[in-house]
């Protein structure tokens, strides 16, 4: 069965700086990878998606992710944060209908 | 375009109780799919419904049903209410095309769900 991994349960960056969110996932073919952002109280926005091709995604807000193959990593980057992207968010896999998610990272952004 | 609704946003039940979830897809998606948030955790996968059927189901026991309508608008129903069943449920909506989901899938807001 297919699995994902957050190593990262809570990040806290100062705003401006640059983010990256670690995502590790377990599946026998290429998968496909989401991220998923969470405001408190809020449902799931899409950052982002990788099928196939290019490795490096671009998605909304600035935030990019890089599909590894080798290292079975998916992770996703912003060059300067911003203090509203302060969230939880969530990594996920869907070799078939179902997503299968990590236990997500928060994000803090502090002043 | 209106994105995946869900009503009601809030529900209080007690332990026993059964409860209706509700939940309209984004415009042009004919299929929905339910998660479990429970608190601190990733979002469970539930069920998911394409032609008024169930077509793939997560490992949740059988008080968990669902049921798809012709407007492709969907109903979670949980029977028999126990104190673990509060979380906040999530629908999502997909197309498929085919006879395949194309896996992306958009969210609702959730409905909070509290069993006292």
């Known amino acids: 069965a297919q699995s994902v991994t957050q190593p990262d349960i809570h990040i806290t960056v100062s705003e401006g700086a640059s983010l990256e969110l670690r995502c590790n996932y377990s599946?026998?073919?290429?998968?496909?990878l989401f991220w998923y952002v969470q405001s408190p109280g809020q449902g799931l926005q899409l950052l982002l998606k990788?099928?196939?091709?290019?490795?490096l995604v671009q998605g909304i807000k600035g935030f990019e992710a890089e599909f590894k193959r080798s290292q079975s990593s998916f992770n996703l980057r912003k060059p300067s944060v911003h203090w509203s992207d302060a969230a939880e968010y969530f990594c996920a896999v869907a070799p078939q209908r179902a997503l299968t998610f990590g236990s997500g990272t928060r994000l803090q952004v502090q002043p | 375009d209106a994105g995946v609704t869900q009503s009601p946003t809030h529900l209080i039940k007690t332990r026993g109780q059964q409860v209706t979830l509700r939940c309209s897809p984004k415009?042009?998606?004919?299929?929905v799919s339910w998660y479990q948030q429970a608190l601190g955790q990733g979002p469970q996968f539930i069920f998911q419904y394409y032609e008024e059927e169930e077509r793939q189901r997560g490992n949740f026991p059988d008080r968990f049903s669902g049921h798809q309508f012709p407007n492709y608008s969907s109903e979670l129903n949980v029977n028999a209410l126990l104190l673990g069943d509060s979380a906040l449920y999530l629908c999502?909506?997909?197309?498929?095309?085919?006879?395949?989901?194309?896996?992306?899938?958009?969210f609702g807001p959730g409905t909070r769900l509290t069993v006292l």
């Open positions: 599946y026998g073919a290429t998968p496909y």
């Open positions: 990788y099928f196939s091709g290019d490795t």
């Open positions: 999502a909506s997909s197309y498929t095309t085919g006879g395949l989901s194309t896996d992306t899938q958009y």
């Open positions: 415009s042009g998606h004919d299929t």
